[in-house]
């Protein structure tokens, strides 16, 4: 059974500081990971992706990529009271039915001001 | 501006009932998706589609059917064999899935569907 974990939170971190939060996956054959946030009533919105080992950064986001250790995370830099939601992490195989996205429960985070 | 529509945002079926989720999208996606969400659990696939005229089933596609006439469209019907409907349903849409290509599915605004 391929799986994504994340912690389900809530993650609280106080405004302006640096928010990390974490997924690990199952499937060796993992080759895209993607990350969502959902605020709480609404779809999915795309934050980034990420495919390669190491840091991809956009703006105040960065995801980070390692294979060897079946782990990815994205910090949220200057974390603001906006940025409270919750992040869904999904991972994608590279054939066949492995191609389907297999989603985390999600990390609820909340930012205080 | 470019997107996914689904409508109607809230629905409600009554005992014994079909009933169509539309899903509709001017982004010249190829693929289109079907998921449903609950409370305290992912995001789970009900059907999905590369191409037009063509679909295939996800994980938990007993109880719903859907069908892919137009690029632009893949609505979903819950069937009364359905026995638990009520949920957020997704529709998401992107550039054809293919080996070492990493497109992201976007997601319209969803339809909650309750049980009269």
């Known amino acids: 059974q391929k799986e994504v974990e994340q912690n389900s939170g809530p993650l609280s971190v106080p405004e302006g500081a640096i928010a990390s939060l974490n997924c690990t996956y199952s499937?060796?054959?993992?080759?895209?990971f993607f990350w969502y946030r959902q605020y709480s009533g609404k779809s999915p919105e795309l934050i980034m992706f990420?495919?390669s080992n190491g840091d991809k950064e956009d703006g105040r986001f960065t995801a980070q990529l390692n294979k060897a250790s079946q782990y990815v995370s994205l910090l949220i830099r200057d974390s603001q009271p906006s940025d409270s939601a919750t992040y869904l992490c999904?991972?994608?195989?590279?054939?066949?039915?492995?191609?389907?996205?297999?989603w985390g429960l999600g990390t609820s985070l909340a930012v205080n001001p | 501006d470019g997107g996914i529509t689904q409508s109607p945002k809230y629905l409600f079926r009554k005992e014994g009932q079909n009933v169509t989720l539309s899903c509709e999208q001017n982004?010249?996606?190829?693929?289109m998706y079907w998921y449903r969400q609950d409370p305290g659990q992912g995001l789970r696939l009900i059907y999905y589609?590369?191409?037009?005229?063509?679909?295939q089933k996800g994980d938990i596609a007993e109880g719903y059917s859907v069908s892919r006439e137009k690029k632009e469209s893949f609505p979903l019907t819950v069937t009364s064999a359905q026995k638990n409907p009520t949920a957020f349903y997704l529709c998401?849409?992107?550039?054809?899935?293919?080996?070492?290509?990493?497109?992201?599915?976007?997601f319209g605004d969803g339809t909650r569907l309750s049980i009269l």
């Open positions: 998401a849409s992107s550039f054809r899935d293919r080996p070492n290509s990493n497109q992201p599915q976007h």
């Open positions: 982004l010249n996606h190829d693929a």
């Open positions: 589609s590369q191409i037009v005229n063509d679909f």
């Open positions: 499937d060796r054959g993992s080759q895209s």
């Open positions: 990420i495919y």
């Open positions: 999904a991972a994608r195989g590279n054939a066949g039915n492995n191609r389907k996205l297999i």
